[in-house]
């Protein structure tokens, strides 16, 4: 099978002061659509910079990203804007919604941004919200919602505009075990429903529920387990 | 969704915001009465000149209209002259001068005007009638006043008075016919008007047939510069004087208040601009992940940049609304203080209110707003998303 999303003998070295920081060292890497992968390593590996290059946030110091086999990483800041907003679903492990909107209103910043009609994005905000069990939540503003509430909703915002691929950085290391355990449900279903999974992770119980775990150290990856 | 980013920005802080705003309502009020006070100044004049439908003025050759106490010699043939020309309508000669007018054991000196009643541009009469016999005047309220006189009263004047003896000359018994608001006097000044002949009588044989300025009413549709020269060089004795040439001595003249008004007006824009530069930076070094974020997501940089100008844009409009009548206010205030200004007319309004001004200041200050969200905006949307992430993590 094709890669929907591939890393070739990618490198990112990063300058610190006066230190080279050598974050992720000659990966490759294929996600292919509808797989479940999960980054895992200790803390420094290159697991956050490898998924951000991956994600279009960050440009390779050398190699490719390749995503449906076109160079991501020698766009333009423009096109490579738009293959994000279209492409990629992001979610961070501080959730990072925008305090000043609506859980509702969260939700549909992607798609106003995509061009989407504002009844059609009102109804498929709602959708959304109704899918990650929000629904009664959409007039809330983050700061009335719980932590979990606070990450359903940013991964709500991540499927807004359909995208192929989610991708995302310790989306439980703010959250308790229960709450982590409900979105670990709530991604599986994602995934159960065609969508691709890019996870970082220091949690063990994360890690199992992906069908691929990629071990990485250094930079490098070191292992990959489960099967393709 | 943009606007309502940009203003819930602005309401996270909102006593940084109110203080801002209240910078940028002080700034704008400056800012227009800048404005106001640049071309005030000059309109306030211009409408003053010409309030009486006289284009042209005729004033001793190198002086300007009551510059010096020079008059013109031989007035009645150059009134016939001026008369007879086909683009004149009305010729109104003034004669300046002086009345002294007994009282208690000294007198009251007051400004005079020698006019033809019929075709004078001197004075708006508030009540009674011009002086239309040659024993009759106008006064304004500060005369009436300091002479302990009323309309219908008898006063004896004088045209000359000699304090060391207290003696007088060229002295008349005048009635007092009516009260006139002088349009052309500072305030404070008090003034008479009496028929030109009666001046001339009273100042004696050197004023016989003298007048100090003569004003002219020109045809409707006639091309007042082509007036001027026929009439300039058919009496080189006199300098004819348009009403826009009149402004660009007046302007020369006032020049200092247009540099002041300009060098405040800039410095009032220099302080909005630092003041929303400041604010908004702040407020966007403050939100970096948070933009960061909107990028990570797919947000553009030209709506990142709109969301900023929007920030800035909204602290500008917020300032201009009370900017606006307290600017008002304080030119009003101003006006109230410099209407006494020694040399000039009262009538004359230092902080005109046009709505160009205000239009002026308004697009001034927009200018600003954008000008401000420059460097925040570009900022924003250079700042690298990456790097902002992980410095949000770290932190």
Not at chain 2, 159 to 182: C, E
Request: include cysteine; charge should be positive.
């Amino acid at each position: 099978m094709s890669a929907l999303l591939a890393a070739e003998d990618v490198h990112r070295d990063y300058r610190v002061g006066d230190e080279l920081v050598r974050a992720v060292r000659g990966i490759t890497l294929d996600i292919t659509s509808g797989e479940f992968v999960a980054l895992v390593g200790p803390s420094g590996c290159g697991k956050s910079s490898l998924l951000n290059l991956l994600g279009g946030i960050d440009r390779p110091t050398a190699g490719r990203v390749r995503f449906r086999g076109v160079d991501v990483a020698g766009m333009p800041d423009r096109a490579l804007t738009r293959f994000r907003l279209l492409h990629i679903g992001f979610v961070f492990q501080r959730f990072y919604l925008m305090p000043a909107l609506t859980a509702a209103d969260n939700v549909a910043l992607p798609m106003a941004e995509a061009g989407v009609a504002k009844q059609e994005r009102r109804m498929r905000a709602l959708e959304l919200l109704r899918y990650v069990g929000l629904d009664g939540r959409a007039r809330h503003r983050p700061s009335q919602l719980s932590g979990g509430e606070q990450q359903r909703v940013a991964i709500a915002r991540a499927m807004a505009n359909a995208p192929a691929v989610v991708l995302a950085d310790e989306l439980t290391g703010e959250l308790d075990a229960r709450t982590g355990a409900e979105i670990i449900a709530l991604l599986q279903q994602l995934n159960a429903d065609g969508t691709a999974l890019v996870l970082v992770t220091h949690d063990e119980q994360l890690a199992r529920a992906a069908r691929r775990v990629v071990h990485m150290r250094d930079g490098v990856i070191v292992n990959c387990d489960g099967a393709r | 969704m943009r606007f309502t980013l940009a203003f819930a920005t602005l309401g996270r802080h909102r006593g940084r915001t109110v203080l801002a705003v209240l910078g940028v309502a002080v700034a704008f009020a400056m800012l227009l009465d800048m404005v106001m006070l640049s071309s005030g100044l000059r309109a306030s004049f211009r409408d003053l000149l010409l309030s009486r439908g006289f284009q042209l003025r005729l004033s001793p050759k190198g002086t300007l209209p009551f510059d010096t106490d020079a008059t013109i010699g031989g007035a009645a043939r150059m009134l016939a002259t001026l008369r007879a020309l086909p683009d004149v309508v009305a010729v109104s000669p003034v004669l300046g001068g002086q009345l002294h007018i007994p009282r208690g054991r000294g007198a009251v000196t007051s400004f005079a005007l020698g006019v033809e009643p019929g075709v004078q541009g001197d004075y708006e009469l508030l009540s009674g009638h011009d002086p239309r016999r040659p024993d009759e005047l106008v006064a304004n309220d500060e005369l009436l006043r300091a002479a302990g006189a009323a309309v219908g009263d008898t006063l004896t004047a004088a045209s000359g008075y000699d304090a060391q003896l207290r003696t007088m000359s060229g002295t008349r018994r005048l009635v007092i016919t009516g009260r006139a608001r002088f349009l052309y006097l500072s305030a404070g000044q008090s003034a008479a008007a009496v028929p030109l002949s009666t001046l001339q009588g009273m100042r004696g044989a050197d004023a016989a047939d003298a007048v100090s300025l003569i004003m002219v009413r020109l045809r409707r549709g006639t091309i007042v510069e082509a007036a001027r020269r026929r009439i300039q060089s058919a009496l080189p004795r006199v300098d004819v004087i348009s009403t826009s040439e009149a402004m660009a001595r007046v302007d020369q003249r006032l020049s200092y208040f247009r540099q002041l008004s300009y060098i405040l007006g800039a410095v009032s824009l220099v302080v909005g601009f630092l003041l929303v530069t400041t604010l908004v930076t702040v407020s966007v070094n403050e939100r970096l992940g948070e933009i960061a974020v909107m990028r990570a997501i797919g947000v553009s940089r030209a709506h990142v940049v709109e969301q900023v100008v929007l920030e800035s844009g909204a602290i500008v409009l917020g300032g201009a609304v009370p900017g606006l009548g307290l600017g008002l206010l304080t030119a009003r205030y101003l006006n109230h203080i410099l209407s006494s200004f020694p040399g000039l007319p009262a009538a004359i309004d230092f902080f005109l209110f046009q709505p160009r001004a205000v239009w002026a200041a308004l697009g001034l200050l927009a200018l600003c707003g954008v000008a401000a969200s420059l460097y925040p905006a570009w900022r924003a949307a250079v700042h690298p998303v990456a790097g902002a992430l992980r410095e949000e993590a770290i932190a």
